[in-house]
């Protein structure tokens, strides 16, 4: 492993985390998994990740955290420096004033540490159960991201739409970050949640990152988020850009290859009772794994697993095709077990962050130095010991 440059002239990522849908196995403990997913975000704390990002879903089982917001405030009371953000809600299920009174009040309570992340819904099958025309969401998250905005702001807020009215709507607590609470609005293929953050001037976290689609989309979304900042008053910066992408790390490439076929049909059987169809390349580990990681899997993209210094080559590539980003986001997946996944986490901070962060190139600068000027080192320290010896000598002389 080594601590170089990176090699991509764009500007790579510095801050790191996690975005937990969460995802698990409908065959597994339930309350089980939620406390490992509250564990997680203790140990991702302890290894220096900076970010965590928790998931809103209602239907399909896989998906399991309904309200975020009662993940991150159970986390913040374990966690101590690590920021915690919904990712996302979904506006169209909440009234404005409701969420943003939330916000707030976690923004109290893990003392500035909350972030708010905004989109339209993921799921049809949480809209459909809500009587919501998944036509519409778009256009409800819209409606409901500038109330939310404004309210966050400390703005009076009076407003009537076909779904919520704010009469003279206010919120009864500042934000207890000074600079305000960040926003982040979520992005996939499609250009709208570029254009919604780059309206209010909010950060962009996309999430389709690692889809081949996506991937190709990236430059593209980005010039629109920074031409629709400035048509807005809003100056874009790279540097609160997030992007999420699943990978596996082990010391071996074929050890995270192995270890990721413990879980990895997990996903196909997910992947299949959304859509509906049989996927042709789900009916071993191998051929899974083998396909998520050459063509991707529908909603997850490419992974990657394999190594550390894989996981470099990845990322310089994302910052190259991208122009730049600030934060890359893992995206957490149950495809290893328990120990392997966290040990990948650990590969990662170990190895990846401090790449990218240089965090170790004084280290490198310093034994460098003490490389080039060794023979002067090693001459003075000779020069010291028989200067030692000479004086053991004179002071054991008898006529001295």
């Known amino acids: 492993m080594t601590d170089a440059a990176p090699r991509s002239t764009a500007h790579g990522p510095t801050r790191f985390g996690a975005f937990i849908a969460p995802y698990h196995g409908i065959d597994g403990n339930p309350t089980l998994q939620i406390r490992r997913d509250l564990d997680l975000v203790a140990r991702l704390d302890d290894l220096g990740y900076e970010e965590a990002w928790i998931g809103e879903h209602h239907s399909a ?29 979904s506006l169209p299920y909440h009234h404005p004033l409701v969420l943003a009174d ?11 540490r909350v972030m708010l992340g905004a989109g339209p819904g993921q799921l049809a099958s949480d809209a459909f159960m809500m009587g919501i025309d998944p036509m519409k969401q778009r256009g409800m998250m819209a409606e409901a991201l500038e109330s939310v905005v404004a309210l966050l702001r400390g703005e009076t807020v009076t407003r009537t739409t076909d779904w919520f009215t704010l009469d003279e709507a206010r919120l009864h607590l500042a934000p207890y970050q000074r600079g305000g609470i960040e926003v982040a609005c979520a992005s996939t ?3 709208s949640g570029s254009v919604q953050a780059g309206t209010h001037g909010l950060s962009l976290l996309s999430l389709a990152a690692s889809d081949p689609s996506g991937f190709e989309a990236l430059s593209g979304n980005w010039d629109i988020y920074a031409k629709t900042c400035a048509e807005n008053g809003h100056t874009a910066d790279r540097d609160t850009w ?15 290859r192995r270890q990721a076929e413990y879980g990895v049909l997990h996903l196909v059987r997910y992947i299949e009772g959304l859509s509906g169809m049989t996927m042709p390349w789900g009916r071993t580990a191998a051929d899974a794994v083998r396909q998520w990681t050459t063509d991707g899997f529908p909603t997850f993209g490419v992974a990657m697993i394999g190594t550390p210094a894989d996981a470099i080559a990845r990322i310089e590539a994302m910052a190259e095709k991208s ?11 149950p495809i290893a077990d328990p120990a392997a996944k966290n ?16 965090a170790n190139r004084p280290r490198h600068a310093s034994m460098a130095w003490a ?3 060794s023979g002067k080192f090693i001459g003075a320290l000779r020069q010291a010991v ?10 054991d002389d008898p006529a001295s």
């Open 61 to 89: 089982g896989y998906e399991t955290i309904a309200s975020p917001e009662v993940f991150i405030a159970a986390a913040a009371e374990r966690t101590r420096r690590i920021r915690l953000g919904t990712g996302v809600n």
């Open 102 to 112: 939330r916000i707030v009040q976690l923004d109290h309570q893990s003392q500035g």
């Open 189 to 191: 293929v499609s250009p």
């Open 242 to 256: 997030r992007l999420v992408v699943p990978m596996h790390l082990a010391d071996t490439e074929e050890e995270a």
């Open 323 to 333: 122009g730049g980003f600030g934060t890359l986001l893992l995206l957490d997946l």
């Open 343 to 358: 040990r990948s986490y650990e590969l990662f901070a170990e190895y990846v962050i401090p790449h990218f962060t240089g």
């Open 371 to 373: 490389n080039r000027n």
């Open 386 to 395: 028989e200067a030692a010896f000479e004086q053991h000598r004179d002071s």
